[in-house]
């Protein structure tokens, strides 16, 4: 099984919910899957395997969870198969689902147990025809650039008016502050919000600075322990964080000052937590998602690293996972930015130029981000990658996720 979670953000960028996308089989390896196969585990509905085998604090921080659901898998005992609580969970269908009597009544079922519903890919010409189910509905997607907006907002806001509109296929930032502007959807989901930066600011805020120095000096091949415990102790912030790491790993220790702290990690954890904590930090003033999705991929990054034989260089392929969005982080070109924090010449190449085996592994998670699971499956196949070996790895990432850096959510 493959699995992914795509956010859904609010007019501030704050992410309100995440899309769950799974595929069960890797095609390309399963051609019978496609024909006589097709409906194998049909009723099943992955998304909610993956919230029930991770728990739904290891996928979304008490954020709706939309999950797709088929003509087939909506007649499962899915009330059986979700312990999530069933106001956070959206059932996500397409016009597969027709609107006849059976499926109106399971969807009224569903409603009534109280989960959430919601559908994308309607043509305007299907509204008419799914008016008994769009009734029903808690949200709809819709694709902007084939809609005009004032006149969808118009049509909704009197004849549904308690449905929500979500706005997907939002590919630019200027896209999504006009939406935003006018206040036409609640949600908004693209790739508006992780766009690389192509010119930046000259200078970097004083804070920043510091942060930068930190970076620096631990990507050397043989840092001083000292010197990054010195600039550590400039930031309140940092301080905390490193000594919540130490008494995690070292229960019972008495820490007598911030370089004993780093002492106690030791070089190579310290310069594993810098990296993840730093890049936190720096993304302060960036919308959260950036933050997670930069440390999921590090992670992500450093898991897949024995999948795709390159087990010796899985530190590296974490900072460059890490740093895959460090352009926007600090609003400079890619080139810019990386020269700034003294990254390997690899994972310079990898970022800058898509070249080299680490722009192999990258380009493999940022097509896993968008669920592409054809051209993933083409992948798998070209580098002799196994699919539970990709699953275990992002699975891994969220857990580590939620278990290394949510204190550092909840302080928000």
Request: aromatic share 10%.
């Amino acid at each position: 099984m493959l699995a992914t979670l795509i956010p859904l953000f609010d007019d501030k960028t704050a992410v309100c919910a995440y899309s769950l996308f799974a595929q069960k089989q890797n095609y390309l390896l399963n051609p019978s899957m496609l024909g006589t196969g097709a409906l194998d585990g049909a009723g099943t509905i992955l998304g909610l395997e993956v919230v029930e085998s991770m728990g739904a604090g290891t996928l979304s921080d008490n954020q709706e969870v939309f999950v797709e659901l088929s003509k087939i898998s909506m007649f499962s005992a899915i009330e059986e198969n979700c312990s999530m609580p069933h106001d956070k969970v959206v059932l996500l269908f397409d016009h597969s689902v027709p609107a006849e009597d059976m499926y109106i009544k399971r969807l009224q079922q569903l409603k009534f147990m109280g989960y959430k519903l919601a559908i994308r890919s309607l043509a305007i010409e299907q509204f008419k025809e799914y008016a008994p189910i769009l009734q029903l509905l808690d949200y709809i997607m819709l694709d902007y650039k084939k809609l005009d907006m004032n006149a969808a907002k118009n049509f909704f806001s009197k004849v549904y008016p308690d449905m929500k509109l979500i706005a997907v296929n939002v590919d630019s930032l200027e896209d999504y502050e006009q939406l935003a502007k006018g206040a036409a959807y609640s949600l908004y989901e693209g790739d508006f919000y992780r766009l690389p930066v192509t010119k930046g600011t000259t200078k970097v805020a004083p804070l920043k600075v510091n942060y930068i120095e930190l970076l620096k000096i631990v990507n050397n091949p043989d840092f001083e322990l000292t010197k990054a415990a010195d600039i550590i102790g400039r930031d309140t912030a940092l301080v905390i964080e490193l000594l919540r790491m130490v008494n995690h790993m070292a229960i019972n220790s008495e820490i007598t000052s911030i370089r004993h702290a780093a002492a106690m990690l030791g070089q190579k954890e310290l310069k594993k937590w810098i990296n993840a904590v730093v890049s936190h930090q720096l993304c302060a003033d960036k919308p959260n998602e950036i933050t997670r999705l930069s440390l999921l991929r590090a992670k992500f990054a450093e898991n897949l690293a024995p999948a795709f034989e390159m087990a010796a260089v899985s530190s590296e392929l974490f900072l460059m996972g890490l740093f895959s969005v460090l352009d926007i982080i600090l609003d400079k070109p890619m080139k810019e930015a990386l020269a700034m924090v003294n990254v390997s010449k690899e994972i310079t190449e990898a970022l800058v130029n898509q070249n080299g085996d680490m722009a192999r592994v990258l380009d493999f998670i940022m097509r896993y981000e968008l669920a592409s699971w054809a051209e993933l499956s083409r992948q798998m196949i070209i580098y002799n990658v196994k699919e539970a070996a990709v699953y275990d790895a992002y699975i891994d990432a969220l857990s580590w996720y939620r278990d290394l850096f949510g204190a550092m959510e909840e302080k928000k």
